[in-house]
């Protein structure tokens, strides 16, 4: 008998991470307005490459159930303050994230992106000075 742990490790066993994180930059770059000022050398590589690998510590966690751990999360918070020193504003890289996160349900097999909200949506929430202030905080440990 399978329990749900094994069935979702076989599902993200069969997730394509570079054809999701190729979707996932495409969108970027469609979406959020700072993504499209960045040279395409730079999105099919170094943002290709790191939505790859956040995409593949997603799905090890999750078919892991774990949380994320402490050195996991350090090279995407490492990436996102090198993104602030660029220049790439706070809500463009958090608009990224969860895009992301959106984007990357669909990916796995029969996913349907149940849920995905038009980009325009919950940017209430984007511009809430108490999160930015979180995050802020956090990225800059």
Same mark, same amino acid.
């Given at each position: 008998m399978h329990t749900d742990g094994d069935l979702l490790a076989q599902i993200v066993r069969r997730v394509d991470l570079v054809e999701v994180a190729r979707r996932m930059v495409a969108v970027f770059h469609a979406e959020i307005p700072a993504y499209r000022t960045l040279p395409d050398t730079m999105l099919q590589g170094e943002i290709l490459d790191i939505a790859q690998r956040n995409l593949g510590m997603f799905f090890r966690t999750l078919a892991d159930a774990r949380p994320l751990s402490d050195e996991e999360l350090k090279p995407i918070c490492e990436s996102a303050r090198q993104r602030a020193a660029e220049g790439l504003p706070l809500?463009? $890289? $958090?608009?990224?994230?969860r895009l992301g996160g959106r984007l990357g349900w669909p990916g796995a097999p029969g996913g349907r992106g149940a849920g995905r909200r038009p980009a325009r949506e919950g940017h209430e929430r984007r511009r809430d000075p108490a999160r930015r202030q979180a995050v802020h905080a956090r990225l800059t440990r």
């Open positions: 809500e463009d $890289l $958090l608009h990224a994230y």
